[in-house]
């Protein structure tokens, strides 16, 4: 209870008769100061103890605070004081779904990748190969991206990527950001404006950041990103404004009007609004000057005072980037041109074999310690026992043959800039003793045999649920964060669920909290567990009891079945009941007997369910033969539906197609367009809510067949399916 406010005294209510004098300019000035003197108020009073300010005067900011309030409801600030009660939450950041999803880059690691995407975008957009294309070409910023959203001016909340759909309310934190405007005054700002750009931190302060860190005796940071990151997401804004975080703004989100027709105009826009972009910014007509301008930017990257890992290249026309739209985190109008990774020799001093979720035995090298890039590495993955051996899947000779022993003096980088490899081996410098390695043909943590099938790289173990590793890579990719994504079990306390032997299978994460029972009682007398940590865990758990379909198939952890194939199976079938019962049709049909998939796609006549699994696009017979197995071994699809039974599973959302023609209808495209590529086609029907399908079948509505459009055309007319031409499909859809 706040006994602050209990014995405040009474002030007068004629304080607030100044407002009506007041200018919007004036009031919004002052809101902005009393949402800080009140932040700070409450700061001191609950989170230290130690008021700085009186009763009295508490009380009188705060009822000028809600008379400004009344006064001028458009100026109310989404950190406004009078919605705030007590301490900042401690127990982590609310989340934002973000109004349009927030895209990674594909990225080029040589000039050839960075000529085939400007190849790619020609062949997507029809155009001839000499037609002249524009790009803006700028350092990629490596810190963490940020959603800033302003309405009518005023920022009203900041959120950090997540996975891109949901990220982290950083609002308070990104207040304390300079660079970060909190109004933005210039006339042609839109009533809402996404802007989208990098947080990160200099190097001149990341230094003297981690120099009184280690003066106190704190924590420092192993880079800028990290430092920026970690400051950033500091519960308490007010150690984030100790922080000296700067931003770059790069990009839009959503927008209630279109502010420049090119991308170069968006970023002059967003300077004119009050924004930092980044001055190496050009626009470029050509190959080669986008590729003489990444070599200026390699050759100043020591001397720019942050850290960048390379330089992004965007198509300059938005009208062309809306007609190429996105892939599932990419879009195809920009890509990412990365600088060369960092190289360091190290010894190799073992090799583990780790078991995955599909019982793939991977081998990883166990290294001395070595900085690559600014991080300390000391695992890094040696893909299998061919790439040991020096040879490649195919049996060629890779590294000239030489093969990697324990002992060895290894080359290693971080690929992507992430993930630790060894590029080379020092055979001179091999200790005499060294033998080759010798790949386990039994699985080391079950004890089965692990078989290679031929043409495959890898070797599996065959224990399937029995092998307790697989059963744990399958608990954590299940709680992994495009699966069940359950806040409080990651990877590590799966882990450690499944040693005691709590959880076995992902059905007993939903009955974790009725079979311990007292179960609260239990988890909270177990390290690194509490009271108020247990009763969060069984929340998030119960929480997830509602799941999207996209969200649960992908979670089964099937071979081949990712993540965009979960969802396009989930818009498919929609329900849980009707993708079950297609998978458990087609394993009974002549297709899924047949031997390969040649034999299987001569047998679609007789196999309906099979026809309309594959029939998805997208979806082929590598993913329709990986379900029939999974629900044809009865451990496996016991335990799926024992999970089922715990869920709510939901299907997936169906977009406000208003106005749309082609909503829900079920379309196949054949023969040649003239008019866009058929990618081009495919991802505008989608847009519109169609579902566009590979093959022709009872379930098709409508054809869109170009000239020389074949056996699907016969098909369609013998099935007495609607068939359009080109032309037609575009004035149907129109300018939508
Ligand atoms: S554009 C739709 N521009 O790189 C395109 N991203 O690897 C959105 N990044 O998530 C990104 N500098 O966090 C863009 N100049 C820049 C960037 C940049 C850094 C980051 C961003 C993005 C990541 C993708």
């Keep these: 209870m706040d006994e ?49 300010l009186s009763d009295a005067e508490y009380d009188r900011l705060k009822r000028e605070n809600a008379a400004l309030e009344a006064r001028f409801p458009d100026l109310i600030r989404a950190d406004s004081p009078s919605a705030q009660i007590g301490a900042t939450p401690a127990e982590g950041f609310g989340k934002i779904t973000h109004a349009e999803r927030m ?32 790009f803006t070409a700028e350092p990629k910023i490596d810190g963490l991206s940020l959603s800033l959203r302003y309405e009518q001016g005023h920022l009203i909340h900041a959120a950090t990527r997540g996975d891109g759909e949901t990220g982290e309310n950083v609002t308070a934190n990104a207040r304390t950001i300079a660079d970060i405007p909190q109004v933005i005054t210039h006339p042609d700002c839109p009533d809402i404006l996404e802007v989208r750009g990098e947080v990160y931190m200099s190097h001149a302060d990341f230094a003297a950041l981690n120099a009184r860190a280690a003066q106190s005796g704190g924590k420092t940071f192993a880079n800028p990103r ?62 080669e000057v986008i590729i003489a301008h990444y070599q200026s930017i390699a050759q100043s990257r020591a001397t720019l005072g942050y850290d960048i890992d390379g330089v992004v ?3 300059d026309d938005l009208a062309l980037q809306r007609r190429l739209g996105l892939r599932a985190t990419t879009p ?25 979720r599909t019982g793939a035995l991977s081998p990883v090298a166990r290294l001395a310690p070595v900085t690559v890039g600014g991080v300390v590495v000391s695992n890094a993955t040696l893909h299998n026992e061919d790439y040991i051996a020096g040879r490649n899947s195919t049996g060629e000779a890779i590294r000239a043959g030489r093969d990697i022993r324990v002992g060895d003096l290894v080359q290693v980088y971080r690929a992507g800039d992430v993930i630790p490899k060894i590029a080379d081996v020092d055979v001179a410098q091999r200790p005499a003793d060294a033998q080759p390695y010798i790949f386990p043909t039994i699985c080391p943590e079950c004890g089965s045999d692990a078989l290679r099938e031929e043409g495959d790289s890898v070797r599996r173990c065959t224990g399937g649920l029995i092998c307790p590793a697989q059963a744990v890579e399958r608990l954590k990719h299940f709680v992994s964060r495009a699966a069940f994504d359950i806040e409080g079990l990651g990877a590590k306390q799966v882990e450690q669920f499944a040693k005691d032997g709590w959880i076995t299978e992902p059905a007993d994460i939903f009955t974790l909290e009725a079979r311990y029972g007292s ?37 089964l952890g099937i071979r081949h079945v990712g993540e965009v194939a979960a969802k396009d199976l989930a818009t498919h079938f929609r329900t849980w009941e009707m993708f079950d019962a297609a998978i458990r049709a087609a394993m009974q049909e002549p297709a899924a007997h047949a031997p390969d998939a040649k034999s299987r796609k001569k047998r679609l006549e007789d196999s309906p369910a099979w026809a309309e699994i594959t029939g998805i696009d997208g979806i082929g017979d590598t993913v329709a033969t990986a379900l029939c197995e999974a629900w044809a071994q009865p451990r496996e699809y016991a335990s799926i539906t024992r999970l089922v039974g715990y869920l709510d599973v939901q299907s997936p959302a169906i977009r406000d197609f208003a106005g749309s023609p082609v909503m829900g209808k079920t379309v196949v495209f054949t023969g040649s367009l003239e008019k866009m590529t058929r990618a ?20 098709t509505d409508l054809l869109v067949a170009g000239p020389g459009a074949g056996s699907k055309a016969k098909k369609a007319a013998e099935l007495g399916i609607e068939t359009i031409d080109e032309d037609a499909w575009l004035a149907l859809i129109g300018d939508l």
Aim: net charge neutral; with cysteine; proline share 3%.
């Design 226 to 287: 990290n430092a920026a990151a970690g400051s950033l997401r500091q519960l308490d804004a007010e150690i984030t404004r100790t922080r000296p975080l700067r931003f770059f703004a790069y990009a839009l989100g959503e927008t209630s009007a279109a502010l420049a027709e090119t991308q170069s105009g968006l970023i002059a826009k967003l300077g004119a609004f009050g924004f930092q972009t980044n001055p190496l910014t050009i626009c470029a007509r050509s190959l």
């Design 680 to 699: 081009e086609a495919k991802s505008r029907a989608e847009n519109l809510g169609a579902k566009v399908a590979g093959s022709v079948s009872a379930k």
């Design 103 to 134: 895209m990674s880059l594909a990225n080029a690691f040589d000039e050839a990748d960075v000529a085939e995407f400007i190849a790619g975008i020609r062949r997507y957009l029809n155009l001839p190969p000499d037609a002249e294309l524009a």
């Design 519 to 555: 179960g609260i009682q239990q988890l909270k007398n177990r390290e690194g567990w509490g009271e108020k940590s247990a009763q969060n865990l069984f929340a998030a758990i119960a929480e997830k009891r509602q799941i999207l379909l996209g969200r649960l198939i992908f979670a």
């Design 332 to 356: 195809r109008w920009a890509i990412a041109h990365k600088f060369p990774a960092e190289l360091a020799w190290t010894r190799l001093e073992a090799i583990d074999i780790q078991v995955g």
């Design 4 to 52: 602050r406010r209990e014995t405040s005294q009474q002030t007068p209510l004629g304080d607030e008769g100044h407002l009506d004098h007041i200018t919007s300019a004036q009031a919004e000035a002052r809101l902005a100061e009393l949402a800080d003197l009140l932040a700070r108020a409450n700061h001191a009073y609950f989170n230290e103890d130690a008021p700085d």
């Design 313 to 315: 290249y965007k198509l």
